[in-house]
């Protein structure tokens, strides 16, 4: 097997254990849980209380934050419970009030629940702490001149439960509708970009219609009247002709239902592929830079070989692909400079036409269509066409390979 080959591992290959590694918490999750350990630390030496209790209320309010971004219901669950310890030994305020902000905030942003069942179960959890704290006398003497302070305190926790529930349903939902608008775009561009090769087939197809019913008509002209101005030919040969005729008729009539279903399609679709027009070759091209350097362009045509008779189709195709080329270089590049490169081969044509404006992945993106368009043209004729940047340069390069079977 070659050694760039991918292979699967072998039994004893130390990756095996990924769903492990995996399972660890990321290192971006200790920049909440290492502060709120310092901070409980911190309290536990200042408060003398480092029980074993205590520190277990410690840890189970906070580690399970490690995991709350994977795993946000086992920690929501293991911070109610560390609450729910609290309500028994109430020493780690700050410490375990925020723990249990942080995996409030963790189910709530990942919508395990609807937000007011969320919220409603986080006030209900902190009401019945403050219940029960009340209940057995936790406050003290010193509260009692208080008087309202520790009765507006489950007020303020709902108000803080009810703030943490809605900023983390406020991030899902920014989070949600930005996703929503990118499969949207990417929707919409593959909508376009199949557009885009729809209406060039088209157009293709349309062109193709043209010059091969040109052909064909030619064809059964000549069939039909060779019965008459050809002497002597034998009974044979008469139903020969007759049988050519016939059979280019038939096809035109086939050609022209092609041509009907074409329009109606490009009109559907609001593109101009049904419009005849008479179609450009390799005599056009000089008239093609000239307008290019009328439009403050610059641009240079070099030939490599003997230009052979070609067919009109292949024709065309050099000549729809140096227009696309020069219209995308005054696009994206205006002033820049263009070379174009025609190589007559013995089995094909090569192109390159490369400018020095900039090169690819902005040209790329902003002339998607067109690039659409001249792949599609190569691929239909059986070359092939590629773009990128131009090493020489650093401009942009496309360059076409059109075979010359077919050819006039």
């Known amino acids: ?67 709350r971004r994977t795993h946000p219901g086992p920690a929501g669950i293991a911070v109610a419970a560390a609450l729910l310890n609290f309500l028994f030994r109430p020493e780690l305020l700050l410490t375990v009030s925020l723990a249990g902000i942080a995996g409030l905030y963790a189910l709530a942003r990942r919508r395990i629940a609807h937000p007011v069942v969320v919220a409603g179960g986080a006030i209900a959890g902190a009401l019945l702490v403050h219940g029960g704290h009340l209940a ?15 009765f507006a305190e489950p007020f303020v926790l709902s108000a803080v439960i009810v703030a943490t529930v809605s900023a ?22 593959e909508l376009e970009r199949r557009g885009a090769v729809a209406a060039e087939r088209a157009a293709i197809a349309r062109e193709l219609h043209d010059i091969v019913a040109h052909s064909v008509s030619v064809i059964a002209v000549r069939a039909e009247s060779a019965t008459y101005t050809t002497p002597g030919l034998s009974p044979e040969a008469r139903d020969g002709f007759q049988w050519i005729a016939a059979t280019a008729r038939s096809t035109m009539a086939e050609l022209r239902g092609l041509l009907l279903v074409l329009r109606e399609e490009s ?11 008479p179609q450009p070759g390799l005599d056009a091209l000089g008239e093609l830079l000239e307008t290019h350097r009328s439009a403050g362009g610059r641009v240079e045509l070099r030939t490599a070989g003997v230009r052979p008779p070609l067919s009109s189709t292949l024709e065309l195709a050099v000549y729809r692909t140096v227009q696309e080329a020069l219209t995308n270089a005054r ?48 691929a239909l004729l059986g070359g092939r066409l590629r773009h990128g940047r131009d090493d020489g340069t650093g401009g942009f390069l496309i360059e076409a390979e059109l075979p010359r079977r077919g050819t006039a």
């Open 331 to 378: 696009r994206h590049a205006p002033g820049c400079s263009v070379r174009v490169d025609i190589d007559y081969g013995e089995e094909r044509v090569a192109l390159r036409i490369a400018d020095d404006g900039p090169g690819p992945p902005r040209r790329a993106e902003r002339a998607g269509h067109g690039l659409i368009g001249m792949r599609e043209r190569a």
């Open 267 to 277: 009109a559907e679709s609001g593109t101009t592929a049904g419009r005849r027009a």
């Open 136 to 150: 057995m006398g936790v406050y003290g003497a010193e509260w009692a001149g208080a008087g309202l302070s520790y």
């Open 168 to 189: 983390a349903d406020a991030v899902r939902g920014r989070q949600d509708a930005r996703r929503e608008r990118e499969a949207a775009r990417l929707r919409f561009m």
């Open 1 to 67: 097997m070659d050694a760039m080959s991918p292979s699967p591992p072998p039994a004893t290959s130390p990756k095996r254990p990924r769903p492990i590694a995996a399972a660890l918490p990321p290192v971006r999750e200790g920049i909440v849980v290492l502060p709120l350990l310092g901070l409980g630390v911190l309290e536990v030496s200042l408060g003398g209380i480092s029980s074993v209790p205590v520190l277990i209320t410690l840890g189970a309010a906070v580690l399970p934050l490690l995991w």
